[in-house]
Nanobody, 129 residues
Framework: QVRLTESGGGSVQAGGSRRLSCSLL????????VGWFRQAPQMPGKQREA???????????VYSDSVKGRFTVSQDNDKDTVYLEMNSLKPEDTAMYYCAAAYSPGTCPLDSYRYYGYWGQGTQVTVSS
């Protein structure tokens, strides 16, 4: 059974940094894409913005233009954990952050959150000005 658990959220001042962790359970047997997404308060329904993704066991992450250069995704295979390092945070980065997983098609997609079928419960990040 696949289970993802996020941690590391909290409050941070603008310009600061935060590292989120996504603990993976049951991600075995084949390569998965693990992605990071966020849902800002004003986003309707289950719409989520894709931020970054990495293939388990791979070394080529992908990023959305909105976070490229500020956010870094990485993984620790020994700990079955994927990280999202967030730097130069802005108030508009305030959101619920989720990690999600799906079988890897080779290149991890970021064009739609709907590709990812396994989701964590999220961790809130609040950036104050």
């Amino acid at each position: 059974q696949v289970r993802l658990t996020e941690s590391g959220g909290g409050s941070v001042q603008a310009g600061g940094s935060r590292r989120l962790s996504c603990s993976l359970l049951g991600i075995t047997g084949r390569r998965y894409c693990v992605g990071w997404f966020r849902q800002a308060p004003q986003m309707p329904g289950k719409q989520r913005e894709a931020l970054a993704a990495i293939e388990t066991g791979g070394d080529t992450p992908v990023y959305s233009d909105s976070v490229k250069g500020r956010f870094t995704v990485s993984q620790d295979n020994d700990k079955d954990t994927v990280y999202l390092e967030m730097n130069s945070l802005k108030p508009e980065d305030t959101a619920m952050y989720y990690c999600a997983a799906a079988y890897s098609p080779g290149t991890c997609p970021l064009d739609s959150y709907r590709y990812y079928g396994y989701w964590g419960q999220g961790t809130q990040v609040t950036v104050s000005s």
